[in-house]
C-alpha cells in the first residue's frame, strides 16, 4: 500500500503540503463529566480555537520558586554541551532546556499540579504521562524565534506519536509582553492537519530546536489557516498565567529584541493510550530527554 495513504497523517516527503481536516476530537470525554473548577464556557473555547488561558492557579509563592529555579538551571548550563541544553542560533545563549523534572524537583511538582492533572486526564479522558517538558528563555536581545508549526506533526513524524490526544501547558515564568516574543497561535488550526513538504534529515533535532526548518507549513498554509480561523492570536500574561494548547495548533513566536526576558516552561501530556510507536520513513528515534518512551501515568502532587 502506498506509504502517503498507510500514514493517516503524512507528513515531509511531500511535494505539496497537505490540508486534512482532523477527524478525532479535541475534548475526549463528555463535557458534562468536567471538573467542576472549569466552566463548559472555557472547554468550549478550547474545543473551538485550540487553546485556553487559565490565571491563578500557582501562587506568588511557587510562581517565585519557578522562576529562582528557572534563573538557577539557566545559570548552572551556561556553557554546558549537556544533552537537552540547546542554545540559541549564532550565540551561546542558552534556548532551551529539556526534561526538566530531571534539573528540579519543582518542576516535577508543577507536572503533577493537581488541577492540571484532573484537566488533561479529562480533555484526554485517560490517565496521562509526560511526553516531554523543556524551558523555553528566549533571552532578551538575543532570543530568536520559533517559526510557525504543529508540535503534532513533529512528534507523529519524528517520535511516532499515533494520535492528537496530547496537550502542552505553558507556564510563563516572565510577563510576555507584546514586546518580548510571547506565544502566538492561530485559533482553531488545530482542526487542520498540515502535511508539510521536505525530507527529514537524520538527527534532524541537534538543528530543528535551534531553528526550525522542517515540518514547517508553507507560507500558503499558514495564510489560509489564518484567514479561516479567526487571525493570529499573541496570548501575553503575567508570570504564573498557564496556557493549554492542543498538540496540533499552529503556534510559534518572534524573536525577542527587547531587554526583557521572556522564559516559559512548558510541559506535554499525552493520553497513555497513545504512547510513542516507531518514528516514520524509517527515521532513528529521538533522544529520550525530548521524547519519553517510558508510559510513567502521572499522579497529582
Ligand atoms: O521537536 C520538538 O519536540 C520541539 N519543537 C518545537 C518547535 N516545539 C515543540 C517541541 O519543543
Ligand atoms: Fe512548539
Not at 510557525?148 to 502542552?168: C, K, N, Q, V, Y
Request: with cysteine; hydrophobic share 40%.
Amino acid at each position: 500500500m502506498n506509504a502517503l495513504f498507510s500514514d493517516p497523517y503524512p507528513s515531509r516527503r511531500l511535494t505539496e503540503s497537505l490540508l486534512l481536516r482532523r477527524n478525532v476530537p479535541v475534548i475526549w470525554q463528555d463535557i458534562a463529566l468536567k471538573p467542576d473548577w472549569i466552566s463548559a464556557e472555557q472547554l468550549a473555547h478550547y474545543d473551538a480555537n485550540g487553546f485556553l488561558v487559565l490565571n491563578d492557579l500557582l501562587t506568588a509563592e511557587e510562581i517565585e520558586k519557578l522562576q529562582n529555579a528557572a534563573f538557577l538551571l539557566r545559570q548552572n548550563l551556561a556553557g554546558s554541551h549537556t544533552d537537552g541544553t540547546i542554545k540559541e542560533p549564532g550565540s551561546q545563549a542558552v534556548r532551551s532546556v529539556f526534561n526538566l523534572p530531571s534539573h528540579c524537583p519543582i518542576f516535577d511538582e508543577l507536572t503533577r499540579h493537581p488541577k492540571l492533572i484532573e484537566l488533561a486526564e479529562f480533555i484526554l479522558r485517560s490517565k496521562v504521562y509526560l511526553h516531554q517538558s523543556r524551558l523555553n528563555y528566549k533571552p532578551g536581545f538575543r532570543g530568536k524565534e520559533f517559526f510557525w508549526h504543529s508540535d503534532f506533526e513533529t512528534w507523529h513524524i519524528e517520535d511516532g506519536m499515533p494520535e492528537m490526544r496530547a496537550l502542552s501547558c505553558s507556564v510563563l515564568l516572565t510577563d510576555n509582553h507584546a514586546h518580548n516574543g510571547p506565544l502566538m497561535v492561530i485559533p482553531s488550526s488545530h482542526g487542520m492537519y498540515v502535511g508539510c513538504v521536505g525530507e527529514t534529515p537524520e538527527q534532524n533535532y541537534i538543528h530543528s530546536l535551534r531553528q526550525q526548518q522542517v515540518g514547517t507549513p508553507c507560507e500558503i498554509a499558514i495564510s489560509t489557516l489564518a484567514n479561516l480561523g479567526g487571525g493570529i492570536q499573541s496570548i501575553t500574561g503575567k508570570a504564573g498565567t498557564i496556557i493549554l494548547f492542543d498538540c496540533n495548533l499552529l503556534h510559534g513566536s518572534a524573536g525577542n529584541i527587547s531587554p526583557d526576558p521572556r522564559a516559559n516552561a512548558f510541559f506535554v501530556y499525552n493520553s497513555v493510550e497513545n504512547a510513542l510507536q516507531e518514528p516514520a520513513h524509517g527515521l532513528a528515534r529521538r533522544p529520550e530527554y525530548l521524547a519519553h518512551r517510558q508510559v510513567k501515568p502521572l499522579t497529582a502532587k
